[in-house]
């Protein structure tokens, strides 16, 4: 199989590289520290069987990431490798098109099964994300029907900082990404609180706890 990682934590892509370096059966076409740079790198994604994908990366997420590659590969398996393991990342990613998520601190055996499972049509999970997701479905609430006001780390972050009065150009300051960026998040995250704007975003996220 052909492998895609992106992550941004340069000494654990150098570990992941180290760890599938000797097996013959998965070879590492591209690596990358951001989701930017796979974008604008990008490879043949046709090309690509598995992309490998934190979430937490700096400027667009590993969600907005998979969200932007799948239209060019729908059979692209993609395997979210991350630490969140909170319910909106776990929903968001699974929403966005992700067909695994493993949890950082797996074992290598772990990781590696869990890329050849994804190959072969199945859906590799950490037990504890495993367990959420069948709660979901016992509750009768599956991933892809969860309620839509619920944000990202990231969105989370940008409405706190708009709830303190700052600017879209601000915002993008203080967390070192483009102001493109910021507005995308805001854009979503207008959508899935359902608001007209700011001062609707802020009311709402207040009454549904998100703020």
Same mark, same amino acid.
Request: hydrophobic share 40%; with cysteine; charged share 25%.
């Given at each position: ?5 992106? +992550? ?5 892509? &150098? %570990? #992941?590289? @180290? ?32 992309? *490998?994908?934190?979430?937490? *990366?700096?400027? #667009?997420?590993?969600? /907005? ?11 692209? %398996?993609? #395997?979210?490798? !991350?630490?969140? /393991? ?5 929903? +968001? ?6 067909? =695994? ?11 590696? @099964? @869990? ?6 049509? =199945? ?18 609430? !599956?991933?892809?029907?969860?309620? !839509?006001? +619920? *944000? !990202?780390?990231? $969105? ?6 708009? $709830? ?5 150009? /601000?915002? @993008?300051?203080? #967390? ?14 207008? &959508? ?20």
């Amino acid at each position: 199989m052909t492998l895609c990682i992106v +992550e941004d934590n340069t000494s654990l892509l &150098q %570990n #992941l590289q @180290a760890i599938l370096r000797d097996e013959p059966d998965i070879r590492v076409t591209a690596c990358f520290t951001s989701a930017e740079d796979a974008l604008d790198k990008s490879p043949n994604w046709s090309e690509i069987d598995l992309l *490998l994908v934190d979430l937490d *990366l700096p400027g #667009l997420s590993g969600i /907005e990431l998979i969200r932007h590659v799948r239209p060019f590969n729908p059979n692209l %398996n993609i #395997l979210v490798y !991350t630490v969140h /393991e909170d319910r909106a990342n776990v929903v +968001e990613a699974i929403r966005a098109g992700a067909c =695994g998520y493993l949890l950082k601190g797996s074992a290598s055996r772990d990781l590696l @099964a @869990a890329l050849r499972e994804i190959h072969a049509g =199945g859906a590799p999970m950490s037990p504890r994300i495993a367990r959420y997701v069948l709660t979901q479905l016992h509750q009768s609430e !599956t991933p892809a029907v969860q309620k !839509t006001y +619920e *944000l !990202t780390q990231r $969105e989370t972050e940008i409405l706190r900082l708009l $709830e303190h009065g700052y600017s879209y150009k /601000e915002i @993008a300051g203080r #967390l070192n990404v483009s102001a493109h960026t910021i507005h995308a998040h805001i854009k979503n995250t207008y &959508q899935k609180l359902q608001a007209s704007g700011r001062a609707e975003a802020i009311r709402i996220g207040r009454v549904r706890g998100v703020l």
